[in-house]
């Protein structure tokens, strides 16, 4: 085993940890009736963040997590390390607007990217989101340029919230335009014109803007220079949608609009800008398919859709006669999935083939122009440009490939090297393989496993499985300071690709749903065994790793198997199943869960595997860290709360079970970085603890 490891064991043996004395959590009797079942609920009271009792039960456990994890050896090593190794200069890749070439930029461990701009080579700070706040908690949320360039609306979060605000300036002299819009939430910003712009919320919750339910999102334009009460109602009144979208087309000819009941499926909608009958015609009549505008020329649509077409296609269609009967194929389905990016006069398609990406170029037409050649295996992403840009950019990474941007010629296919990092780590000595292992029932489901070359694989390796499986989200290769500090200590790192996730397309999505979602715990699990196998690691050296979707898998794993792992981490997760969508947002999900309510067997399979109903008396659990943030306004804290609360009263043995609840902060977009490596020193140090004692 590495040195550095070694170190670590005879450092711990100086260190005594006592017996963990948790604070007393409260229980109220609330029982439930499903179905004739009785569910009993006794940490209710933990729902209310407005409560006193829950700020007390925060920082009293908060005091214990702390007091456990200051004690760990190996954190000042390991917090040393990654301040060194993050802090390098990131450049993002730069795009026009206007008269201004801009991109984001962070000179190494600034708590959030600046906003750069660039004209005739002198460069300038445009926005500088690290001066909203002294510790980094106000960030960046999201830009939105008017065609022209000469307008911005930008969009602030505070303490990582989905709740946002919205200010307009003028790019040229960043002068403030307007009030600020405030309570914005699950929105693009849409240009019409230098007039105004489209924008999607809810009402604001009248008790908790943290915890009460959103669930009928709507459509506003917002007029520049007049007060947001005035904005209109454009979609969204007459019908119950959970989450509306609109955006304008490039010309600004069309207003297209994007409405789902959950967050799988859509119906869409067009209005022609140019006449005056603010007519709006349905394109789409179901929703078990996704449809996006993705380009027009005139009155000619071009549609990425996954109707007929799991692994998604390309179609054209006239906007006077939209209708999917007269849908045309531009890029037909392929065996892989795809994606669609647009610039410089042409679409990228990105293929998404066992969890790496291929490009091909093709003219609007629907003619194959070339694949393009990147170096090795990964993630590309970028291809998006103006119709006049004869070069636009893209980024490349793997697990042990830190990102580069390339600059790509429409007309020659020719890339070239723009940027790439200066940072102390060399990937040649690592390796990055991929297998595949089979699941419970037969399914091939791919693996991603990285470790320093010349480890030896002999079962006692510390190892972190990482998993997600939900949403038809996809976990694509790519680089992580965190992970890099950890396979430097002679760590493994291992990422499976679960069905439930959008690797595989549309069918791979809908296996690991509703009344399927055990397939998603039983690929995981099989994961940790195929590892396990391959002596890679052992069940003493294995820790299991997954935020929000991810922490539910985490948490029904390790209450189904908790003599397979060692440490279980699970963040932000959804962890009450029977609960979830009385929550913020949460009815949105339900095309993945289901809810109690709908069926009886619906109910049952929900209570069988939600993890805060599955901790039993009397049974050894993983040492365990759960994550939270107590302002996570998506997955709220309670969840974590409340597993907690039952891992604690009927855990038994030596292992921990702790609660880290990060302050002002939320599901986990816009941390600073000065949090983000708090964090993984705690978790990096809690796991190490826990696997070498």
Same mark, same amino acid.
């Given at each position: 085993?590495?040195?550095?490891?070694?170190?670590?064991?005879?450092?711990?043996?100086?260190?005594?940890?006592?017996?963990?004395?948790?604070?007393?959590?409260?229980?109220?009797?609330?029982?439930?009736?499903?179905?004739?079942?009785?569910?009993?609920?006794?940490?209710?009271?933990?729902?209310?963040?407005?409560?006193?009792?829950?700020?007390?039960?925060?920082?009293?456990?908060?005091?214990?997590?702390?007091?456990?994890?200051?004690?760990?050896?190996?954190?000042?090593?390991?917090?040393?390390?990654?301040?060194?190794?993050?802090?390098?200069?990131?450049?993002?890749?730069?795009?026009?607007?206007?008269?201004?070439?801009?991109?984001?930029?962070?000179?190494?461990?600034?708590?959030?990217?600046?906003?750069?701009?660039?004209?005739?080579?002198?460069?300038?700070?445009?926005?500088?989101?690290?001066?909203?706040?002294?510790?980094?908690?106000?960030?960046?949320?999201?830009?939105?340029?008017?065609?022209?360039?000469?307008?911005?609306?930008?969009?602030?979060?505070?303490?990582?919230?989905?709740?946002?605000?919205?200010?307009?300036?003028?790019?040229?002299?960043?002068?403030?335009?307007?009030?600020?819009?405030?309570?914005?939430?699950?929105?693009?910003?849409?240009?019409?014109?230098?007039?105004?712009?489209?924008?999607?919320?809810?009402?604001?919750?009248?008790?908790?803007?943290?915890?009460?339910?959103?669930?009928?999102?709507?459509?506003?334009?917002?007029?520049?220079?007049?007060?947001?009460?005035?904005?209109?109602?454009?979609?969204?009144?007459?019908?119950?949608?959970?989450?509306?979208?609109?955006?304008?087309?490039?010309?600004?000819?069309?207003?297209?609009?994007?409405?789902?009941? &959950?967050?799988? *499926?859509?119906?869409? =909608?067009?209005?022609?800008?140019?006449?005056? /009958?603010? #007519? +709006?015609? @349905?394109?789409?009549?179901?929703?078990?398919?996704?449809?996006?505008?993705?380009?027009?020329?005139?009155?000619?649509?071009?549609?990425?859709?996954?109707?007929?077409?799991?692994?998604?296609?390309?179609?054209?269609?006239?906007?006077?006669?939209?209708?999917?009967?007269?849908?045309?194929?531009?890029?037909?389905?392929?065996?892989?999935?795809?994606?669609? &990016?647009?610039? *410089?006069?042409?679409? =990228?398609?990105?293929?998404?083939?066992?969890? /790496?990406? #291929? +490009?091909? @170029?093709?003219?609007?037409?629907?003619?194959?122009?070339?694949?393009?050649?990147?170096?090795?295996?990964?993630?590309?992403?970028?291809?998006?440009?103006?119709?006049?840009?004869?070069?636009?950019?893209?980024?490349?990474?793997?697990?042990?490939?830190?990102?580069?941007?390339?600059?790509?010629?429409?007309?020659?296919?020719?890339?070239?090297?723009?940027? &790439?990092?200066?940072?102390?780590?060399?990937?040649?000595?690592?390796?990055?393989?991929?297998?595949?292992?089979?699941?419970?029932?037969?399914?091939?489901?791919?693996?991603?496993?990285?470790?320093?070359?010349?480890?030896?694989?002999?079962?006692?390796?510390?190892?972190?499985?990482?998993?997600?499986?939900?949403?038809?989200?996809?976990?694509?290769?790519?680089?992580?300071?965190?992970?890099?500090?950890?396979?430097?200590?002679?760590?493994?790192?291992?990422?499976?690709?679960?069905?439930?996730?959008?690797?595989?397309?549309?069918?791979?999505?809908?296996?690991?749903?509703?009344?399927?979602?055990?397939?998603?715990?039983?690929?995981?699990?099989?994961?940790?065994?195929?590892?396990?196998?391959?002596?890679?690691?052992?069940?003493?050296?294995?820790?299991?790793?997954?935020?929000?979707?991810?922490?539910?898998?985490?948490?029904?794993?390790?209450?189904?198997?908790?003599?397979?792992?060692?440490?279980?981490?699970?963040?932000?997760?959804?962890?009450?199943?029977?609960?979830?969508?009385?929550?913020?947002?949460?009815?949105?999900?339900?095309?993945?869960?289901?809810?109690?309510?709908?069926?009886?067997?619906?109910?049952?399979?929900?209570?069988?595997?939600?993890?805060?109903?599955?901790?039993?008396?009397?049974?050894?659990?993983?040492?365990?860290?759960?994550?939270?943030?107590?302002?996570?306004?998506?997955?709220?804290?309670?969840?974590?709360?409340?597993?907690?609360?039952?891992?604690?009263?009927?855990?038994?043995?030596?292992?921990?079970?702790?609660?880290?609840?990060?302050?002002?902060?939320?599901?986990?977009?816009?941390?600073?970085?000065?949090?983000?490596?708090?964090?993984?020193?705690?978790?990096?140090?809690?796991?190490?603890?826990?696997?070498?004692?």
């Amino acid at each position: 085993m590495k040195k550095i490891l070694t170190y670590f064991i005879v450092l711990l043996s100086l260190y005594s940890f006592g017996q963990i004395q948790y604070p007393e959590t409260q229980k109220i009797n609330v029982t439930d009736i499903y179905f004739d079942t009785k569910v009993e609920d006794p940490y209710r009271w933990m729902e209310d963040d407005t409560s006193p009792d829950i700020k007390n039960w925060i920082t009293s456990q908060n005091k214990v997590t702390s007091s456990y994890l200051e004690q760990i050896p190996q954190r000042k090593v390991l917090k040393k390390r990654l301040e060194d190794l993050w802090n390098y200069e990131k450049i993002g890749t730069p795009f026009k607007e206007g008269d201004y070439t801009y991109f984001y930029k962070n000179n190494g461990l600034q708590n959030q990217y600046v906003l750069y701009r660039k004209k005739n080579n002198i460069e300038e700070v445009f926005i500088d989101p690290n001066k909203f706040s002294n510790d980094g908690t106000v960030s960046l949320a999201g830009i939105s340029f008017s065609e022209d360039g000469s307008l911005l609306a930008y969009s602030i979060s505070k303490g990582g919230s989905d709740w946002r605000q919205v200010i307009v300036i003028e790019t040229e002299n960043k002068n403030i335009i307007g009030d600020t819009l405030y309570d914005v939430k699950f929105s693009g910003i849409s240009w019409n014109g230098n007039h105004g712009f489209y924008y999607s919320s809810y009402e604001r919750p009248k008790n908790s803007i943290l915890s009460d339910k959103t669930d009928t999102h709507k459509l506003f334009y917002h007029k520049l220079n007049t007060p947001q009460k005035r904005d209109k109602v454009i979609f969204g009144e007459k019908e119950k949608f959970r989450y509306v979208n609109g955006y304008v087309t490039k010309d600004q000819n069309y207003l297209i609009i994007s409405a789902s009941k &959950s967050t799988s *499926g859509n119906n869409l =909608f067009i209005r022609d800008l140019n006449k005056n /009958n603010n #007519k +709006i015609t @349905q394109i789409t009549f179901n929703f078990e398919s996704n449809s996006y505008v993705t380009h027009n020329i005139g009155s000619k649509l071009y549609i990425t859709t996954n109707w007929n077409a799991p692994n998604k296609k390309l179609i054209i269609v006239d906007a006077n006669n939209p209708h999917v009967e007269n849908w045309v194929d531009c890029i037909p389905e392929t065996e892989n999935v795809l994606n669609i &990016s647009k610039g *410089g006069g042409y679409f =990228f398609a990105n293929y998404f083939s066992d969890a /790496n990406s #291929k +490009i091909l @170029q093709y003219n609007y037409d629907g003619e194959l122009i070339r694949e393009v050649k990147f170096a090795g295996k990964g993630n590309v992403s970028g291809f998006r440009g103006k119709e006049n840009q004869k070069e636009i950019y893209y980024n490349f990474s793997n697990y042990i490939t830190p990102r580069s941007s390339f600059k790509y010629n429409v007309n020659t296919g020719k890339s070239t090297l723009y940027w &790439s990092p200066k940072i102390d780590f060399d990937s040649k000595n690592y390796v990055s393989e991929q297998h595949f292992y089979s699941s419970k029932d037969g399914t091939r489901i791919p693996i991603n496993i990285m470790y320093k070359k010349g480890l030896k694989l002999d079962g006692k390796n510390p190892t972190i499985l990482y998993g997600y499986g939900g949403f038809n989200i996809s976990l694509k290769p790519s680089f992580s300071v965190i992970n890099a500090v950890w396979l430097e200590q002679g760590g493994i790192y291992a990422v499976a690709n679960l069905r439930g996730g959008g690797e595989y397309g549309k069918d791979w999505h809908d296996a690991g749903t509703k009344l399927k979602k055990q397939n998603v715990f039983d690929d995981f699990i099989a994961a940790a065994e195929f590892l396990i196998e391959k002596q890679y690691t052992s069940s003493q050296h294995l820790a299991i790793s997954g935020r929000s979707n991810g922490g539910l898998l985490v948490g029904a794993c390790m209450t189904q198997k908790p003599e397979l792992f060692k440490v279980a981490l699970p963040a932000v997760g959804v962890l009450d199943m029977l609960r979830y969508h009385t929550f913020t947002a949460g009815a949105g999900w339900a095309y993945d869960y289901g809810t109690a309510e709908q069926s009886k067997e619906m109910f049952q399979y929900l209570y069988n595997y939600s993890p805060v109903h599955n901790v039993r008396e009397n049974i050894e659990y993983p040492a365990t860290l759960i994550l939270t943030g107590d302002h996570d306004d998506r997955v709220v804290p309670a969840h974590s709360f409340k597993f907690a609360a039952h891992l604690q009263d009927k855990h038994i043995g030596e292992n921990p079970t702790l609660i880290r609840i990060e302050t002002n902060a939320g599901h986990g977009s816009g941390t600073p970085t000065s949090k983000k490596i708090e964090e993984a020193v705690d978790i990096m140090g809690f796991i190490l603890h826990n696997i070498l004692k």
